[in-house]
């Protein structure tokens, strides 16, 4: 499965970015999709999470501030990020796997895309 991330970018503080995320196929591989990210000198961390079935994981930081969602007809998983912060800033990965347990254990990546928040 390959990934393509798009949808990064510049912005100040309390602006907007939707980030999107293509998956080559669709199957087992691509059940969970979700968004990483990782920030200077920092370990990469979940950002978000979605089951094919719609069921979603955050992490504590973003929630109330960013959704995932995704279109399954198109292989795709969103992350709409609202009121961002300068510590959003990062590069964004999106990550597939079998379950939501197992986003960040598999092999399956993007390349990553870069979100700056600017004070």
């Known amino acids: 499965v390959q990934l393509v991330e798009s949808g990064g970018g510049l912005v100040q503080a309390g602006g907007s970015l939707k980030l999107a995320c293509a998956a080559s196929?669709?199957?087992?591989?691509?059940?969970?999709m979700g968004w990483y990210r990782q920030a200077p000198g920092k370990q990469r961390e979940l950002v978000a999470g979605?089951?094919?079935?719609?069921?979603?994981k955050y992490t504590d930081s973003i929630k109330g501030r960013f959704t995932v969602s995704r279109d399954n007809a198109k292989n795709t998983v969103y992350l709409q990020m609202n009121s961002l912060k300068p510590e959003d800033t990062a590069v964004y990965y999106c990550?597939?796997?079998?379950?939501?347990?197992?986003?960040?254990?598999?092999?399956?990546w993007g390349q990553g895309t870069q979100v700056t928040v600017s004070s």
């Open positions: 990550n597939s796997a079998l379950t939501l347990s197992m986003l960040g254990q598999s092999n399956y």
């Open positions: 196929r669709n199957g087992f591989s691509t059940n969970a």
């Open positions: 979605i089951t094919r079935g719609g069921d979603t």
